[in-house]
Structures are given as structure tokens and as C-alpha cells.
């Protein structure tokens, strides 16, 4: 083997059994006026090993499929399209992509193009050349709206807490994966899936870089307060019993206060000082109680209403169509 062999397999350690060096995953949901250009910015660079492109469709309701199909047919580049049946959430449809990627390494993307394409070789070449299996991005100066940079910090706080990650990464979409990163995370088929959660199960072997993020091309993003909230909760309650230890940690020190108002009340009457605490403190005391308690029940309900429906069956994301990428000599067409 010589020097070149040699420095090619340190660079790309998994390369073998891989058609391509890289793939690069995009959920699509109204992306139709953007993923064309995106494609087209892709289809320019050269990664060393290869590239290609898998959409996933994820129930867009505007022209997004016929956008995506056109594509497929005139790609200079392999390009997968799938389409789910229906929207399933933008981390349902990474799991349907990263199960159709094919190479050594894989990258995630949006396909708004706040992402610059340019910026994928940096990240592709920072994790296979300095051996990381993950490597996300940061970004300087977050280009979203306020309310949204918020609900991403509150976010990221959050998962400090919850998951297993080194403190302080930031995590984003626009991310790196090896191939042994990508089959552990694809092989889970729970209906909420939290991709940064399944990573941080599989590989602690993760860094970050800081890129570019640009203002948003078309549109405005897809991701409202609600589709925030359900994020968090599953990174919250699929990924960690804390909710249920702190559920705990409410219940036994309102049994504490209780303990020692009860005390306080004996000892009130016992000493003659007159009538114990009347009506207004008692129903304080108890709402205060009631709260906690539902609050409690309501952690419990939302970890057991998710185990029933992973129980029965509810689908991660229901493929509806698959269009493989066309063979070399029908692109030279």
C-alpha cells in the first residue's frame, strides 16, 4: 500500500462497502420555492468519495413532490426521493432519510437555505479527517427570529440536563454522522424519535465547528411554538426519567411542608394560643397540594400515554413512494 492508499483509508476510515463518501439528507415541508437551488449549490461540490442527495417529502401540502420528483429526473448527481404518506415531523423524516443514505458519512440539512451549501465541505472534511463520529455546528449569529433563538436555547439548556452530551454543545440540524452513527440511530422504530438524543446513546466521540448561517430565503420557518413544545417533550420524556425523579423530589417535599404545617397546628392548639389557621390558609395549602399532584400525574400519564402508543403500533413515518437515484449513464443523457 502506498502513501496515498494509506492517507485516503486514515481519511476515510469507513469508505469501504459505501457507493458514496457522502449523503446528504434534506426533510422537505414547503420548501418547494427552495430545494431546487439547494440541489443545484449541492450538485456543484466535490466531496472526496462522492455525494449524493436523499429527499424526504414529509407530507408537504404545497408543490414540494412535483418540485422533487423534476428533480430526481434531471439530477446530475444521485438523488433519492421519498415521500411520506402524511407529515410525521422533521425528525421522522431525517430517520426515513438517513435509512436510505448510503455513505461513509452523512450530513443533515434543512432545505431552507439558511444553511450555506458551500459550508458542507468544511463539516464533511472536519469529522472524516480528524476521525469524529458526530460533529455539529454553531453558529455565530443565529439568523431566526427572537422568539425562536429563545426556544432554541431553552432547548439546548434542557437536553444539558437530560441527555448524556458534553456541556454546552449546541445542537443543531445541520449536522455530521458517520455510517456506524447512522445504522445505530436508524435502528430505532419508536414514534418520537429525537435524533440528538439517539446519538448522544450511541458514540460521546463529538465535536463542533462554527459556520455561516444566512437569513431565510423564502417563507418563514415551519417550526411554530407548538412544534417546539412537542420537541421538548420528546427529548424530555424519551430520553430521560428525570421528569419522573423531579415528579419525586415535588411529591416528598409537599409531604414535608404538609408535615410540618400539621405540626404547626397541633402545636398551636395545644399551647392555648387560640384558633389554629383558618380557611384561607387551609385551601391555600391544599390547591397548593392539588397542583403538585396532577402536575405529578400528568408527567406519569404523558411517559405511560407514549409507551401505549409505541405499544401499538404508531408509525415513526409511513413511506408512501421511493425513487431511487438514476443509473450514470441515464444522468449523461
Excluded at 12 to 37: D, F, K, M, N, Q
Excluded at 153 to 161: I, T, W, Y
Amino acid at each position: 500500500m502506498g502513501f496515498e492508499d494509506l492517507k485516503l483509508s486514515q481519511a476515510l476510515p469507513e469508505a469501504a462497502g459505501h457507493p458514496v463518501g457522502l449523503s446528504i439528507v434534506v426533510p422537505v415541508y414547503r420548501g418547494a420555492a427552495t430545494v431546487g437551488r439547494l440541489v443545484e449549490a449541492l450538485s456543484a461540490l466535490r466531496p472526496e468519495g462522492g455525494l449524493e442527495v436523499v429527499l424526504v417529502n414529509d407530507g408537504s401540502p404545497d408543490n414540494s413532490g412535483e418540485v422533487c420528483r423534476a428533480l430526481a429526473a434531471t439530477a446530475t448527481i444521485p438523488l433519492t426521493y421519498v415521500e411520506h404518506a402524511r407529515n410525521f415531523g422533521e425528525h421522522n423524516a431525517v430517520m426515513t432519510g438517513l435509512r436510505h443514505a448510503r455513505g461513509a458519512y452523512v450530513i443533515t440539512m434543512d432545505d431552507d437555505l439558511q444553511n450555506p451549501p458551500e459550508e458542507v465541505l468544511k463539516l464533511y472534511d472536519h469529522a472524516r479527517l480528524g476521525g469524529w463520529d458526530v460533529v455539529y455546528t454553531r453558529y455565530a449569529e443565529k439568523k431566526h427570529e427572537g422568539w425562536r433563538n429563545l426556544g432554541s436555547r431553552f432547548a439546548n439548556g434542557v437536553a444539558d440536563m437530560l441527555l448524556d452530551k458534553p456541556k454546552g454543545l449546541y445542537l443543531s440540524s445541520f449536522r455530521c454522522m458517520s455510517a456506524l452513527v447512522v445504522a445505530e440511530v436508524a435502528r430505532y422504530r419508536g414514534p418520537y424519535p429525537y435524533v440528538d438524543g439517539l446519538i448522544m446513546q450511541v458514540t460521546q466521540r463529538i465535536d463542533s465547528i462554527e459556520v455561516m448561517h444566512l437569513v431565510r430565503a423564502e417563507g418563514r420557518s415551519n417550526y411554530t411554538l407548538k412544534r417546539l413544545v412537542l420537541l421538548w417533550l420528546n427529548l424530555a420524556t424519551n430520553f430521560s426519567i428525570l421528569p419522573l425523579r423531579l415528579a419525586i423530589l415535588a411529591g416528598v417535599a409537599m409531604g414535608i411542608l404538609g408535615l410540618l404545617g400539621a405540626i404547626a397546628v397541633v402545636v398551636e392548639a395545644l399551647t392555648g394560643s387560640g384558633t389554629p389557621s383558618g380557611w384561607a390558609s387551609s385551601m391555600t395549602t391544599t390547591l397548593l397540594l392539588a397542583g403538585v399532584q396532577f402536575l405529578i400525574l400528568g408527567v406519569m400519564g404523558e411517559y405511560v400515554g407514549r409507551a401505549f402508543l409505541s405499544a401499538n403500533g404508531k408509525p415513526q413515518g409511513v413511506v408512501r413512494e421511493v425513487l431511487p437515484p438514476r443509473l450514470p449513464e441515464d444522468r449523461a443523457q
